[in-house]
């Protein structure tokens, strides 16, 4: 798949067969997303992947839009590593690009996959924190829901010519 194309054909997917996803697919899953751009090429990612049910069940028992990890084959709950942070709180859009690439990776990959916000929602940062053992000044920004699909989207057309300004608003 080229990438214009996982980008126009790109959506969240919340419904998935038994299937399994191999180690080596959430492997490549994490080297995309490590491939992303990164503010003074800080890195601040890291990647915690899970195929555990009842962690699964527990996150989605206090995320109230989870409730798909029930079905998902697998997680990547991704963080951010505030610590030693030269370029203050750019983990954010580091850690977002990082994640965008592993849903196109899903995607061109014949997976399904949602992004599932936490961050900046005090209480989701809180509770997935303890959830993964998580050390002071990780941070999580999302868990993407993985596994192959059972249900299928066509592409959603955004495209909006009014939202783009020329020179000045």
Request: negative net charge; contains cysteine; glycine residues 6%.
């Amino acid at each position: 798949m080229e990438v214009l194309e996982a980008l126009h054909t790109r959506r969240s997917i919340r419904s998935y067969s038994e299937q399994e996803v191999p180690e080596s697919v959430l492997e490549d899953l994490c080297k995309a997303g490590m491939a992303a751009p990164s503010a003074g090429n800080q890195q601040p990612w890291h990647f915690i992947i899970t195929r555990d049910k009842e962690i699964m069940q527990k996150f989605a028992a206090f995320h109230p839009y989870a409730k798909m990890l029930m079905q998902a084959a697998a997680a990547i709950v991704v963080c951010g590593d505030d610590r030693n942070m030269r370029y203050g709180d750019y983990w954010v859009q580091d850690c977002s690009a990082a994640a965008e690439n592993i849903l196109l990776a899903a995607h061109a990959m014949g997976l399904g996959a949602v992004w599932i916000g936490i961050y900046p929602r005090q209480d989701r940062v809180d509770q997935t924190a303890a959830l993964f053992g998580m050390p002071e000044g990780v941070l999580p920004l999302c868990c993407i829901s993985l596994g192959h699909p059972a249900e299928q989207k066509g592409p959603s057309e955004r495209y909006d010519p009014d939202r783009i300004h020329r020179d000045r608003w």
